[in-house]
């Protein structure tokens, strides 16, 4: 694994509301999708946050007990899509799941509207929660979601069936 850098806004070692369990969440910085009533509008600027090797943060990770998966959130992971390959690719090596928010849908990820590393990010993806924020769908209901166009995307098992697989929301099945 090479040296690669990335813009973080920061990491939260022990987190229950980015997915199921006991998550670290890596909060990417950059994000072009600026959605109204955004909970992280300070990780928009690109060049913000801290410099930082994924190295760093793998380290984090392997130093952190406790962990069920980890959640690549931001600003938008996909914007730094190699560093999050391999953040990805640690976690999994370790076990855990990896849980990815964006802004991009799935569909637009795979016509390249996030570029050619996105597409590949999907390889290393279990959970993509896909979609802008959207204010006026905010939903209290919405398990892991903010507003109730936002989806949580089997990718895994999207990419083996050729069409996208959402996960049912119900209470146990996550």
């Given at each position: 694994?090479?040296?690669?850098?990335?813009?973080?806004?920061?990491?939260?070692?022990?987190?229950?509301?980015?997915?199921?369990?006991?998550?670290?969440?890596?909060?990417?910085?950059?994000?072009?999708?600026?959605?109204?009533?955004?909970?992280?509008?300070?990780?928009?600027?690109?060049?913000?946050?801290?410099?930082?090797?994924?190295?760093?943060?793998?380290?984090?990770?392997?130093?952190?007990?406790?962990?069920?998966?980890?959640t690549?959130?931001?600003?938008?992971?996909?914007?730094?899509?190699?560093?999050?390959?391999?953040?990805a690719?640690?976690?999994?090596?370790?076990?855990?799941?990896?849980?990815?928010?964006?802004?991009?849908?799935?569909?637009?990820?795979?016509?390249?509207?996030?570029?050619?590393?996105a597409?590949?990010?999907?390889?290393?993806?279990?959970?993509?929660?896909?979609?802008?924020?959207?204010?006026?769908?905010?939903?209290?209901?919405?398990?892991?979601?903010?507003?109730?166009?936002?989806?949580?995307?089997?990718?895994k098992?999207?990419?083996?069936?050729?069409?996208?697989?959402?996960?049912?929301?119900?209470?146990?099945?996550?």
């Amino acid at each position: 694994m090479g040296e690669t850098y990335m813009h973080l806004a920061g990491i939260v070692a022990h987190s229950m509301v980015d997915g199921p369990g006991v998550r670290m969440s890596i909060f990417f910085q950059g994000c072009i999708h600026a959605c109204k009533g955004c909970q992280n509008p300070d990780t928009w600027n690109k060049d913000g946050g801290e410099y930082v090797s994924t190295r760093t943060i793998i380290d984090k990770m392997k130093q952190t007990k406790y962990l069920d998966g980890i959640t690549l959130s931001g600003g938008d992971p996909l914007l730094q899509s190699e560093a999050a390959i391999e953040i990805a690719q640690e976690a999994h090596k370790m076990g855990h799941t990896v849980w990815v928010y964006t802004g991009w849908t799935y569909e637009e990820i795979l016509a390249g509207d996030a570029g050619e590393m996105a597409i590949e990010a999907l390889n290393h993806i279990d959970v993509l929660v896909d979609g802008r924020f959207e204010p006026d769908l905010k939903s209290s209901e919405c398990i892991y979601r903010g507003s109730t166009n936002q989806r949580l995307v089997d990718v895994k098992e999207s990419i083996r069936s050729k069409i996208r697989v959402e996960i049912e929301e119900r209470k146990g099945i996550l």
